[in-house]
C-alpha cells in the first residue's frame, strides 16, 4: 500500500488511526447483515456444515480406539462450556460492566491438540485421509476402525502432509496425521515456541524452522508440497474445509447452552468473542454461530494491538491486499497463537455481512487476564486464548458497546457472553510458570 493510500485510509477512520498508532480500539462492522440474508448470500451453507459433522461422527469409532482420551465424548472431539461467575466478579470489580452471565468456551481442552486447532486441523487431516482410504478401496464396510491397520498405514507412510503455522496448527496437523501413519512436515514461523517443536519431533514429524514471520512459512511450506506429487498441503490461509471443521462447534454449543438453562433469541442474544489469528478458527465457528442462533448471536474477534490483521483487512475492505506492517506496526506479539501480520482473504469475504465487530488489546493484559482467571477460577489458559477476555472487560463500558446495544435495540443484562478459549491445555508447566511471572509495562 502506498503513503498516500494509507493517508486517506486514515483520515476517513478514527479507528484505523487508533489501530495504527497500536492503541486499543473497538471496531464495529458497518457492513453487518441480518443473519438470514447474509448466510444465504454465500458459497457455504448449512448442510456443508452438516457433512462435516457427519464425517466426523463416521470417524469417531476409529479416534475413540486411536486416542483413548476421547472415549468418554464417543470419539467426538468436544470441550465443556463453564460459566465463570468469580471470573464475572473479578472484571466487574475492575470496572467491566457485566450485567449477564459469563461462559468460558474450553477449546483450551479440546482432546489431542489442546486448542481450538484441534477442531479445524484435525478435521482436514481426516477428511483427506477418508479421500484418500476411498480412492484406494478402504472403507467399503464403513468400518473406519480398519484405518488402524496394517494395509492402510502403509498407504498413508507413502504420503506426506505439510503445513505453515505459529506454532498450534502444526501441532493439530502434525500429530493427528503422525497418528494416522503419514509423513509429516511442519513449517513453523520464527513465533513459535520451542516446547511446540519438541513435541512434534518427539511425534516423529519433521519441523522445518523459519526467522520469518508466519505468512513465510506458509508460501514455503506451500511450495514444498505442491513440488512433492505425494504430499497434501494444509492452507491455513484460503482451506474451505479448515473452516468447515470449525463451524461444527457451534450446533453443539446449542445443546451445552440449554443445558445451562441459556435459550438464545433475538431480545436475549449471545455475544461471543473470539481470539484471532489469520482468521480461519474464528471465522469458522463465527459462520456456524450464525446458522446455529441467527440474529441472536453477536460474533466478535478479538485481536493483539501490534497484530491487528483481520481489523486492518475488514475495516478497510481490502483483505489479503492489507498487512500490518502497511500500517506501521510491527506485527510482534507475545500471543503466539495470533502473531498473523495478513488476513485470510476468503475468511476476510466470509466475515462481511456476519461479524459483528473486532476489539484489540495489548500484550500486558493477556497476562492479566491469565491471572485473573487463575485466580478466580483456577483455570488455565495461554496467552493468546486470553485475548477473548477484552471483550466482556470492555464492550459494554465503551461508547462502542453502548452504541451498538442501542442500535440493535438489545439490554445489557439480557447478553450471555462466551469467552472462547482456544488453547492452553499442552503448555508445560515450566512454561506456564513463565507467564505466570510475565509483567509487560
Ligand atoms: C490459531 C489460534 C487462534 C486463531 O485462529 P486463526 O485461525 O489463526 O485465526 C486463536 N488462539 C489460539 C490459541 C490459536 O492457536
Redesign the pocket.
Known amino acids: 500500500m502506498d503513503a498516500q493510500s494509507k493517508q486517506t485510509l486514515l483520515r476517513g477512520s478514527s479507528v484505523l488511526q487508533k489501530m495504527a498508532e497500536g492503541e486499543p480500539a473497538i471496531w464495529i462492522n458497518p457492513k453487518l447483515r441480518p443473519a438470514e440474508e447474509a448466510l444465504s448470500s454465500l458459497p457455504l451453507t448449512k448442510a456443508d456444515i452438516d457433512d462435516a459433522e457427519q464425517r466426523l461422527r463416521r470417524f469417531a469409532p476409529y479416534l475413540k480406539k486411536r486416542f483413548p482420551e476421547t472415549a468418554e465424548r464417543g470419539g467426538l472431539i468436544e470441550s465443556p462450556l463453564r460459566e465463570i461467575p468469580a471470573m464475572r466478579a473479578a472484571l466487574a470489580g475492575r470496572g467491566a460492566e457485566l450485567p449477564g452471565r459469563l461462559f468460558l468456551k474450553q477449546d483450551s481442552h479440546l482432546a489431542i491438540a489442546g486448542?481450538?486447532?484441534a477442531r479445524?486441523g484435525i478435521y482436514e487431516v481426516l477428511h483427506h485421509t477418508e479421500q484418500l482410504a476411498l480412492a484406494n478401496g478402504m472403507l467399503q464396510d464403513g468400518d473406519y476402525t480398519a484405518l488402524l491397520g496394517e494395509d492402510a498405514r502403509a498407504l498413508f507412510r507413502r504420503h506426506t502432509i505439510q503445513v505453515g503455522s505459529?506454532?498450534?496448527?502444526g501441532l493439530s496437523i502434525g500429530i493427528m496425521s503422525a497418528a494416522i501413519g503419514y509423513r509429516v512436515i511442519v513449517h513453523m514461523s520464527a513465533d513459535a515456541r520451542q516446547w511446540k517443536k519438541d513435541l512434534l519431533r518427539k511425534w516423529g514429524v519433521q519441523v522445518v524452522e523459519y526467522a520469518a514471520e508466519y505468512s513465510e512459512a506458509v508460501t514455503k511450506g506451500r511450495e514444498a508440497s505442491d513440488a512433492d506429487p505425494m504430499s497434501y498441503f494444509v492452507d491455513?490461509e484460503n482451506s474451505k474445509t479448515?473452516f468447515l471443521g470449525?463451524a461444527v462447534a457451534a450446533e453443539r454449543l446449542k445443546k451445552q447452552l440449554a443445558e445451562q438453562g441459556v435459550v438464545p433469541d433475538a431480545a436475549h442474544p449471545l455475544a461471543v468473542w473470539?481470539?484471532?489469528?489469520?482468521?480461519?478458527?474464528?471465522?469458522g465457528i463465527a459462520f456456524g454461530l450464525k446458522h446455529a442462533f441467527g440474529d441472536a448471536a453477536h460474533c466478535f474477534f478479538a485481536e493483539p494491538t501490534q497484530a491487528p490483521c483481520?481489523l486492518a483487512g475488514m475495516a478497510t475492505g481490502l483483505h489479503n491486499d492489507v498487512c500490518v506492517q502497511d500500517f506501521g506496526l510491527t506485527g510482534k506479539t507475545h500471543?503466539?497463537?495470533?502473531a498473523?501480520q495478513r488476513p485470510?482473504g476468503f475468511?476476510g469475504g466470509m466475515m462481511e455481512p456476519l461479524l459483528s465487530g473486532d476489539i484489540t488489546l495489548r500484550d500486558a493484559d493477556l497476562y492479566d487476564y491469565m491471572r485473573l482467571l487463575r485466580n478466580t477460577e483456577n483455570i488455565f489458559i495461554?496467552p493468546?486464548?486470553c485475548?477473548a477476555f477484552a471483550g466482556p472487560d470492555r464492550f459494554l463500558a465503551a461508547q462502542e458497546g453502548r452504541d451498538y446495544l442501542s442500535v440493535h435495540g438489545l439490554k445489557a443484562e439480557n447478553l450471555t457472553q462466551i469467552a472462547w478459549a482456544?488453547?492452553?491445555a499442552l503448555v508445560p508447566e515450566e512454561i506456564r510458570q513463565e507467564y505466570e511471572h510475565t509483567y509487560l509495562r
Open positions: 486448542s481450538v486447532k479445524g505459529t506454532g498450534n496448527l491455513d479448515l470449525y473470539l481470539p484471532c489469528g489469520v482468521g480461519g478458527a474464528p471465522g483481520m500471543a503466539d497463537g495470533l498473523v485470510s475468511v495461554e493468546s486464548a485475548a482456544t488453547g492452553g
